[in-house]
């Protein structure tokens, strides 16, 4: 499976692409980021983000994407701009159909590093270690990235089958009492 990892943000949108499936080896295939000037006008911004975000689908045909979880913040203006680009990462993926999964930095940090209060270095060095490279992707924010979508492939895809399984069995009670006449 391949996931499309994406740490949002206005200025630099972090952006990975990992290969994997759980008890599998993890291999990256891409990291880097969607930048924007902090001096355009915030429709430009927001559109240079959907054009960067579409263009890495394009390019690396992703099965699933996780996007970090907008969490509250003392500035309402960085939660706001991180908010709008997470939404912007959301619908690029949505309008192809692909599963999206939300992971908050915490549990991110928690499935990389065992610690959900663990630093970017920290996460940046078991990101490494976890696909055998010699140094953690760059910039940070790709880094981030990359550590979403490991977490997707670790976590993530176990929610979605849990979610289908629910959803499943919602249904079949649903047509059991269809035919009982309930």
């Not at 849990?162 to 006449?181: D, S």
Request: with cysteine; hydrophobic share 45%; proline share 5%.
């Amino acid at each position: 499976m391949r996931v499309l990892g994406i740490d949002p943000g206005l200025t630099r949108c972090g952006i990975g692409v990992v290969d994997g499936a759980v008890g599998a080896p993890l291999t990256m295939v891409a990291a880097g980021a969607v930048r924007t000037l902090a001096d355009e006008e915030l429709p430009a911004r927001l559109l240079g983000i959907e054009k960067g975000i579409e263009q890495w689908l394009d390019d690396y045909q992703p099965d699933a994407v996780a996007v970090e979880r907008v969490f509250a913040q003392h500035n309402v203006r960085t939660v706001m701009g991180t908010a709008q680009a997470s939404a912007i990462a959301v619908v690029c993926a949505a309008r192809r159909g692909l599963p999206v999964s939300l992971h908050t930095p915490s549990e991110v940090k928690a499935a990389i590093t065992g610690s959900g209060r663990a630093d970017k270095a920290q996460v940046g060095t078991m990101v490494a270690r976890i696909l055998r490279l010699d140094s953690p992707p760059r910039p940070a924010d790709a880094a981030d990235a990359v550590a979403l979508a490991i977490c997707y492939l670790w976590r993530g895809s176990a929610q979605e089958r849990i979610a289908r399984a629910r959803q499943k069995f919602a249904r079949t009670i649903e047509l059991a009492r269809q035919r009982h006449g309930l």
